[in-house]
C-alpha cells in the first residue's frame, strides 16, 4: 500500500492535541477532505467505535465508515476503513517535544478501481501529500489559536 507520512510541531501538549484531532466532529475544522461527518458524538473515539466521514479527495468523492482499531490516549491512535473505492489506514503517533507535541500521521491507501488503483502512487500520491501537510499545517494553526481539545 503507498504511505504517505506528515508530520508537525504543536504549541499544545499532547494530552491536548490527542483530544483535538481524534475527536472526529472536529474533522471538518482542519481537514480539507472533511466535508462532513455523521453518527459521532462531540469527543475522542475510543477503539471500537465508529464515524462516517464525508470526504473529497484526490478527484473523488465518498463516503467512508471508519472504525477505531488502537487508542492510547496521548500517544497513538489508528483508525481504518474500507469502501468500494478502496481501503485505508491512517495513524496517529503524539510525543511530548518541549513545551509542545510531535504529530505525527501516517496514511496507508489502495483504490480498488481503475483507473485510481492504476494512480496510487503517481498522481493521487501528489494529491494526498500536499492535502496531508494542509491537513497538519491546519491542525497546528487551530490548535494554537486557542481551540478548545
Known amino acids: ?17 490527542f483530544a483535538f484531532a481524534t475527536n472526529a466532529a472536529r474533522w471538518p475544522q482542519w481537514h480539507p477532505a472533511t466535508a462532513g461527518v455523521d453518527d459521532v458524538p462531540d469527543r475522542p473515539l475510543v477503539e471500537g467505535e465508529t464515524v462516517l466521514e464525508h470526504i473529497r479527495a484526490a478527484g473523488r468523492t465518498f463516503d467512508a465508515r471508519w472504525r477505531v482499531v488502537v487508542c492510547e490516549p496521548g500517544v497513538r491512535w489508528d483508525i481504518e476503513t474500507a469502501t468500494p473505492m478502496g481501503e485505508a489506514r491512517i495513524a496517529y503517533r503524539l510525543q511530548a517535544d ?19 488503483r492504476w494512480l ?13 501537510r494542509r491537513a497538519l499545517e491546519n491542525l497546528r494553526r487551530v490548535l494554537e489559536a486557542g481551540s478548545e481539545p
Do not use: K, N
Open 1 to 17: 500500500m503507498p504511505m504517505i507520512e506528515t508530520e508537525v510541531l504543536i504549541a499544545r501538549s499532547s494530552t491536548e492535541v
Open 120 to 132: 496510487d502512487r503517481t498522481l493521487t500520491r501528489w494529491i494526498l501529500v500536499r492535502q496531508s
Open 98 to 116: 518541549g513545551a509542545g507535541c510531535r504529530f505525527r500521521r501516517t496514511l496507508c491507501y489502495r483504490s480498488t478501481r481503475a483507473p485510481w
